[in-house]
């Protein structure tokens, strides 16, 4: 039988999976405010820096502050100060478009108060909060906001600092420019005080690039709402902040996908490993690794944190295999040649659950080709008495199979479009079954690449 220590443990751990706890650093969201009066924050008792993304502008209000986040008040219990959310989200220098903290450098008693009434809905936030002693002690690094860096799109972040890390409501990717000085790359779902090798909480890297004489550059994706990139060494890296979801990424770079809020991370001293929670969730249920054009040998390790019942399906073409992940033990897959791997998890993952699955892959050679001789036809008619049938090709029938997929799926996709209203009525989960269907038929032949972005509209 359990303790009734235990049991509370298990309740503790069960109740307050929004809340994502490190050894230094906390990330709370909307729901860890959301029915309380006030929360206090205990990594500011000896000083700390306060770090605030929101969704950016809100459009209904006059002064453009979503009102559940304006009316999320950080106190200065102490001092008797107080400082809206809303209002420390959008802090930037001007000139680097870097974050700028509150900070509180004495020891303090510091909370949140939660001044919304019930009609006041909760909208997607992100608070990262750092003691003081270790966000000094941390000296090379730099902190953007989504909203800063992704609008106007095509914006390059030239960094000369060792740890970049970037922060949002939405999730997003970041990319880095191939270089021809010699550097590599660790990147992870945390802030900066967790993505190096030596982090306190034995957070997992969710991407490293590849031994190399050169930097090759990375495309990354992060469900949200933190991730950081740590270099080796220091140099002008260029990078670029994207918030297109591509639920189709390109078999050519190697990388990784997770599910939404992963961090990869355990809670201190508890356990398990801690997912972060929103309100609106854009990340894709499922996830279609493709080329067009050629094959790749892709070897892929996939780490599951899963509850009873609930699976990932990794499912290949070329040859045909399909795999079943279940419950949290790590499994790792080899693809001698292949141009299609769909991902699928069991939909409504809760609480602490999640996945990540990272893939290195190899382009495959394609064989020399050599020039058919044409056969010459024989002049003698074939005897009326024999009827030659000629048996449909392979391309035959997958083109007639494609036509007929592709024609369905631009129907489902079209028939929102042609009232507004039914676009309205037609949720994310709606639009995402669309696009599930479109992976799954066109899979009949040749394979093609979907990109697609499912968030809110911003006027940047």
């Known amino acids: 039988r359990m303790s009734a220590v235990a049991v509370l443990l298990l309740l503790f751990v069960q109740s307050s999976y929004t809340l994502v706890d490190f050894s230094h650093s906390t990330l709370y969201d909307a729901y860890d405010f959301v029915g309380k009066d006030e929360v206090l924050i205990a990594k500011c008792n000896f000083g700390c820096r306060i770090y605030a993304s929101t969704a950016?502008?809100?459009?209904?209000?006059?002064?453009?502050?979503?009102?559940?986040?304006?009316?999320?008040?950080?106190?200065?219990?102490?001092?008797?100060?107080?400082?809206?959310?809303?209002?420390?989200?959008?802090?930037?220098?001007?000139?680097?478009?870097?974050?700028?903290?509150?900070?509180?450098?004495?020891?303090?008693?510091?909370?949140?108060?939660?001044?919304?009434?019930?009609?006041?809905?909760?909208?997607?936030?992100?608070?990262?909060?750092l003691d003081l002693a270790t966000a000094s002690g941390i000296k090379d690094y730099e902190i953007y906001d989504v909203n800063d860096v992704m609008y106007p799109r095509g914006v390059i972040i030239t960094t000369n600092s060792i740890i970049v890390t970037v922060m949002g409501t939405e999730p997003f990717s970041i990319v880095a420019q191939p270089d021809v000085q010699p550097n590599s790359a660790t990147t992870g779902m945390v802030g900066f005080d967790n993505v190096l090798d030596t982090n306190p909480d034995g957070c997992m890297y969710n991407y490293q690039t590849p031994a190399s004489t050169t930097f090759p550059g990375f495309n990354v994706f992060f469900p949200g709402p933190i991730g950081s990139v740590a270099f080796a060494k220091k140099g002008q890296m260029k990078l670029t902040i994207d918030w297109a979801i591509d639920g189709a990424p390109d078999l050519k770079s190697s990388g990784c996908v997770a599910s939404a809020g992963y961090s990869g991370c355990s809670r201190p001293g508890i356990g398990p490993l801690q997912t972060f929670r929103m309100p609106q969730n854009d990340v894709p249920n499922f996830f279609v690794l493709l080329s067009n054009t050629d094959n790749y040998a892709v070897s892929m390790e996939v780490l599951p944190n899963l509850a009873d019942g609930h699976k990932i399906t990794i499912d290949a073409l070329n040859p045909s295999k399909t795999y079943f992940v279940k419950n949290t033990t790590p499994q790792n897959f080899y693809f001698p040649s292949t141009n299609n791997i769909y991902i699928d998890s069991t939909r409504g993952l809760s609480g602490t659950e999640g996945y990540l699955v990272r893939y290195t892959t190899t382009l495959i050679p394609k064989p020399a080709t050599t020039t058919a001789k044409a056969i010459k036809a024989s002049s003698t008619m074939e005897s009326s008495t024999t009827q030659r049938v000629t048996a449909p090709t392979t391309s035959d029938v997958s083109g007639v199979?494609?036509?007929?997929?592709?024609?369905?799926?631009?129907?489902?996709?079209?028939?929102?479009?042609?009232?507004?209203?039914?676009?309205?009525?037609?949720?994310?989960?709606?639009?995402?079954w669309i696009l599930n269907y479109i992976f799954r038929n066109s899979r009949v032949s040749a394979v093609a690449k979907i990109e697609f972005s499912i968030g809110p509209s911003r006027s940047k």
């Open 56 to 129: 950016g502008t809100y459009g209904p209000s006059d002064d453009g502050f979503d009102p559940f986040n304006k009316n999320l008040l950080i106190v200065d219990n102490v001092a008797q100060k107080n400082y809206s959310i809303a209002e420390v989200a959008p802090v930037k220098n001007t000139q680097t478009k870097q974050k700028v903290p509150l900070e509180f450098k004495n020891p303090s008693s510091i909370s949140v108060v939660n001044m919304n009434g019930k009609d006041n809905k909760p909208n997607n936030i992100v608070v990262y909060v």
């Open 401 to 432: 199979m494609e036509w007929i997929s592709w024609t369905s799926a631009y129907i489902l996709v079209l028939f929102p479009l042609l009232n507004p209203i039914i676009f309205v009525i037609c949720t994310k989960e709606y639009r995402n």
